[in-house]
């Protein structure tokens, strides 16, 4: 049964579940030694991503970012969480929710610094540490939540224990706006040579916010939030995943507006485009056999959007 993935904002329900999860997650130790977590399993999922070159020779092009399997990668990485969610909370129907944040984008500055999202009932507010919110660290409480892995200046995952740390709109202005997400949503192609970050014409290059004039979108909301939102580790802060749910949810939007559009580049590409050809298996670090980028394309038996009709 597929489940509907809904704006975080406007379901105080979901919310609530969203943040319940994230808690379960982050004290289900899994490592009892370095007091790791299924949730801090995917902060060391999505860093060692980043870190593998796609093929091996590329040094900027890695198995999640900077070239066309960033949607796909990150689709899977949402799929994966989901049922971890719907396993702690146990609740089948659960399904991640996203954040507007180009509705964000469309107020002042000061008013996005002061979306509801940064609440006390929400995600919290900016901070190092983040001291409001469900996700508030407490040096005395040893049931806070805590910062557990963190990559060091050579991109090499180490242990640490703090608070979370955001800075919200302190390293950029502004979040993306509606029309920023639209235009991408409108380029017809969704990638092209050279396959990396130079294109200002490809939908999946813009969207992930490389051009034009990045940072844009996904990345610069990255930047908007910034402290642990701006390393590979992202995915230490909550609002990783809100982030990654509104960009798949433009995604999705494109792949409505353009519907004969392929994926590129096909099977066909040389294997100097290893990890990002349709037929590619996704990066993964569990057990079993990752899905294909073909996998991704089509997950309306998993999913789907309340809405997509504000990004066309």
């Known amino acids: 049964m597929a489940v509907t993935r809904t704006n975080i904002l406007n379901n105080t329900s979901v919310r609530d579940k969203f943040i319940e999860g994230v808690l379960r997650l982050k004290r289900e130790i899994i490592n009892p030694t370095q007091q790791t977590s299924t949730w801090d399993a995917f902060v060391i999922w999505h860093q060692r991503t980043m870190m593998k070159m796609t093929p091996p020779t590329q040094s900027s092009r890695n198995a999640a970012h900077r070239g066309p399997v960033f949607l796909p990668w990150h689709r899977f990485m949402l799929i994966a969480l989901e049922r971890q969610f719907q396993r702690v909370l146990n609740d089948s129907s659960f399904a991640l929710p996203y954040w507007s944040w180009h509705a964000d984008g469309d107020l002042t ?33 040893p049931n806070s939540f805590r910062i557990r892995v963190e990559a060091n200046s050579s991109g090499n995952l180490v242990l640490t224990n703090r608070g979370l740390r955001r800075a919200l709109g302190q390293d950029i202005a502004t979040l993306p706006t509606t029309a920023r997400a639209r235009a991408a949503v409108a380029l017809a192609t969704y990638d092209e040579p050279n396959w990396g970050t130079a294109s200002s014409t490809t939908f999946r290059n813009v969207a992930e916010g490389w051009q034009p004039n990045g940072p844009g979108l996904h990345n610069r909301v990255h930047v908007w939030v910034g402290g642990d939102m701006a390393p590979g580790t992202s995915p230490n802060d909550p609002v990783f995943y809100l982030n990654h749910c509104n960009a798949d949810r433009m995604w999705a939007a494109w792949q409505t507006k353009h519907p004969s559009s392929p994926y590129l580049p096909p099977d066909s590409a040389p294997s100097s485009l290893l990890g990002h050809r349709l037929g590619d298996r996704l ?30």
């Open 283 to 312: 990066e993964s670090m569990f057990s079993g056999t990752p899905p294909r980028i073909r996998d991704m394309l089509n997950v309306s038996s998993v999913y789907t959007y309340d809405t997509v009709a504000d990004l066309i």
């Open 109 to 141: 500055p000061a008013k996005q610094r002061q979306s509801a999202l940064w609440k006390s009932n929400c995600l919290g507010g900016s901070g190092n540490p983040v001291t409001t919110g469900p996700f508030a660290f407490n040096a005395n409480d």
